[in-house]
């Protein structure tokens, strides 16, 4: 629907480049904060009891990583001291039990943060799909396809690998790390000062890490974004590149999109592949620290080799979960930049939305619904201060044919979209049957209709799908009389399997006349009130175009219909018709009124009698 009733407010995507890609989407960008991040957190709630039960499977291997060490000093100090091999025996068994418990937990908790993890993943961006349906159409007019499918696939990915494995990781590092320090500070003071001197040392470089990761991986999540909407943009496109031999700049836009994405991530891993060895070299001159120590104490009788083994182990392991929090500290940031935009996502408000004592509209089987439409002192922009409508009035009676004719640009689409409420008004009011359509809600309005836009776009499925999409319970008889009303039982009869024939996406294995003929059928087996019809059949040839004209003057009888044409043989028989130039109505009447006045209707029709002609010599 957006690319019928866009208004021109895209205005070609193609042209801007991926260097306007980037600009769009960083110019969306003010920072984040972990806030936007917790906002996601209720996604956890249902799932609280298996997050609680991966927690457990945590401490229990934490509990068993920090009994390791233990036992092995044990081992040094009594059984192996003392040649005590049934003792040792029993130690090793429990070291085997440890690593075996060790081995359980973490596969046990793996398992339960991924069942958590998916789901918290479709959940969400199953919300952000249900979100993107209720906005409205000018939010799509504005955004770049690639940057939404990033937002939805990429920043919830980062977002679920946050909140689900990085919370219980965050936690077990954390108590990791306070068990070894309980355990070393038991063990021997000393040696435990001595290890946690390069502790000052960690923090600075932690803390240096962390000022350079906060931007760089804002960076990340914003270049992907730019790299997916210059993908996507390009592949849409890809036809016009195509037609217009345009592939080398095509790749030279797409390069520089890459290659800047390719640079952000090389800074984002550049700092994290600094800081990992600098936190790496610290934990070898903390082991040699305890080494030396440690020997001369063994050496004067001050501690036990077992000691200085498990102090040895303790220390290796004191520095994985540093190594690890700091780790999670750059998921973090990216989690926090992938919220940010999530939540920017979810937290627009359609520009269009029912009010809350919004009706719904009667049902079209009603007889009072009779279909009047009426635009009173309509003015419209879609940018402020940027008029497209100014002052429009016009009045169309239930079951009457209405034509919208005019230059280019002269706001017929933009008529029709406001009377299908795809924009609200800035002044004035659309009324159907004496109901301003604010005070209806959008889906009972547009219940009652049915557009054929000028570009017509079929969903992947079959043809039946795609005829049946505006009414899914339609039977194969309602189907194939909609189809056979337009025309289209020649075209269906030469395929191998009729009305069940695939459609790819977007249509593309048809043309672009037969996609218009299904388009049609799809409106006419709504059965609506009200058929808004935009240049809808200006991919037909003359005689198909014909076919489609008598089915529809049968099957318009009792409806209101709203005809956007540029060749205008084909609304003569209309039963008013609205001249619009320049966002305002200069004339309107019948087409013998309209010719006898002589002004731009009968000025438009003698230039395309003229231009008709000349091209029949």
């Known amino acids: 629907m957006s690319s019928a009733?866009?208004?021109?407010?895209?205005?070609?995507?193609?042209?801007?480049?991926?260097?306007?890609?980037?600009?769009?989407?960083?110019?969306?960008?003010?920072?984040?904060?972990?806030?936007?991040?917790?906002?996601?957190?209720?996604?956890?709630?249902?799932?609280?009891?298996?997050?609680?039960?991966?927690?457990?499977?945590?401490?229990?291997?934490?509990?068993?990583?920090?009994?390791?060490?233990?036992?092995?000093?044990?081992?040094?100090?009594?059984?192996?001291?003392?040649?005590?091999?049934a003792g040792l025996?029993?130690?090793?068994?429990?070291?085997?039990?440890?690593?075996?418990?060790?081995?359980a937990l973490s596969a046990l908790q793996r398992y339960l943060l991924s069942w958590v993890g998916q789901r918290v993943l479709a959940n969400l961006r199953a919300d952000l799909f249900r979100h993107l349906q209720r906005l409205s159409v000018s939010y799509h007019d504005r955004h770049i396809v690639g940057v939404t499918i990033s937002h939805?696939?990429?920043?919830?990915?980062?977002?679920?690998?946050?909140?689900?494995?990085?919370?219980?990781?965050?936690?077990?590092?954390?108590?990791?790390?306070?068990?070894?320090?309980?355990?070393?500070?038991?063990?021997?003071?000393?040696?435990?000062?001595?290890?946690?001197?390069?502790?000052?040392?960690?923090?600075?470089?932690?803390?240096?890490?962390?000022?350079?990761?906060?931007?760089?991986?804002?960076?990340?999540?914003?270049r992907v974004a730019g790299l997916v909407g210059n993908l996507a943009e390009a592949i849409s496109g890809m036809g016009v590149i195509q037609a217009f031999a345009q592939q080398r700049i095509a790749r030279r836009r797409f390069r520089e999109v890459n290659e800047a994405n390719r640079d952000g991530h090389i800074a984002a891993a550049s700092l994290t592949f600094t800081f990992m060895p600098s936190v790496e070299l610290l934990a070898m001159v903390a082991t040699a620290a305890i080494l030396l120590f440690g020997s001369f104490a063994v050496a004067r009788g001050a501690l036990t080799l077992g000691v200085v083994v498990a102090f040895l182990a303790y220390a290796s392991r004191f520095f994985q979960p540093i190594q690890e929090l700091s780790q999670l500290y750059a998921t973090m940031q990216s989690a926090m930049a992938g919220a940010d935009n999530v939540m920017r996502?979810?937290?627009?408000?359609?520009?269009?939305?029912?009010?809350?004592?919004?009706?719904?509209?009667?049902?079209?089987?009603?007889?009072?619904?009779?279909?009047?439409?009426?635009?009173r002192n309509v003015s419209f922009g879609y940018r402020s201060g940027v008029p497209v409508l100014t002052g429009v009035n016009l009045g169309v009676e239930a079951g009457q044919t209405a034509a919208l004719v005019g230059p280019t640009g002269a706001g017929k689409t933009t008529i029709a979209s406001l009377i299908a409420r795809f924009y609200d008004v800035s002044e004035g009011a659309v009324l159907v049957d004496g109901h301003d359509v604010r005070s209806l809600s959008q889906e009972s309005l547009r219940r009652h209709l049915a557009l054929v836009p000028q570009e017509p776009f079929l969903f992947a499925g079959t043809i039946r799908d795609n005829i049946a999409f505006g009414r899914p319970e339609a039977g194969v008889g309602a189907v194939e009389e909609a189809g056979a009303a337009v025309g289209l039982e020649p075209f269906v009869a030469g395929l191998p399997n009729g009305y069940d024939t695939a459609v790819t996406e977007g249509g593309r294995n048809l043309s672009v006349g037969q996609r218009q003929l299904i388009s049609v059928a799809r409106a006419i087996l709504t059965d609506p009130r009200i058929l808004i019809m935009d240049e809808a059949t200006s991919s037909i040839d003359s005689i198909t175009e014909s076919i489609i004209q008598r089915a529809l003057q049968r099957l318009l009888a009792g409806r209101t219909a709203?005809?956007?044409?540029?060749?205008?043989?084909?609304?003569?028989?209309?039963?008013?018709?609205?001249?619009?130039?320049?966002?305002?109505?200069?004339?309107?009447?019948?087409?013998?009124?309209?010719?006898?006045?002589g002004d731009l209707y009968a000025e438009l029709v003698r230039r395309q009698t003229m231009a008709a002609a000349g091209s029949e010599r």
């Open 5 to 85: 009733f866009g208004g021109g407010m895209s205005g070609g995507g193609f042209s801007g480049g991926p260097n306007s890609t980037l600009r769009t989407f960083g110019a969306q960008r003010k920072g984040g904060s972990a806030g936007a991040l917790l906002r996601m957190a209720p996604y956890l709630r249902p799932h609280l009891l298996r997050m609680v039960a991966a927690f457990g499977c945590m401490i229990g291997s934490t509990g068993l990583a920090l009994l390791a060490p233990y036992l092995i000093k044990i081992a040094i100090d009594g059984p192996i001291a003392a040649g005590d091999v």
């Open 89 to 103: 025996l029993l130690l090793a068994a429990a070291l085997g039990a440890s690593f075996a418990g060790i081995y």
């Open 152 to 222: 939805v696939i990429g920043d919830v990915a980062v977002i679920n690998e946050a909140l689900s494995q990085g919370l219980v990781a965050i936690a077990g590092d954390t108590l990791l790390l306070a068990g070894i320090v309980v355990a070393m500070l038991s063990f021997d003071l000393q040696l435990a000062l001595i290890t946690f001197a390069v502790a000052p040392l960690m923090l600075l470089a932690t803390w240096v890490f962390s000022l350079r990761a906060r931007r760089a991986f804002r960076v990340t999540r914003e």
């Open 345 to 375: 996502l979810l937290d627009t408000a359609p520009a269009v939305q029912d009010s809350r004592d919004a009706r719904a509209a009667p049902d079209p089987w009603q007889p009072w619904l009779t279909g009047h439409v009426e635009l």
């Open 562 to 597: 709203f005809v956007i044409a540029h060749r205008l043989a084909t609304i003569r028989n209309a039963d008013v018709i609205f001249v619009v130039a320049d966002g305002v109505i200069v004339e309107h009447g019948t087409h013998a009124e309209l010719m006898r006045h």
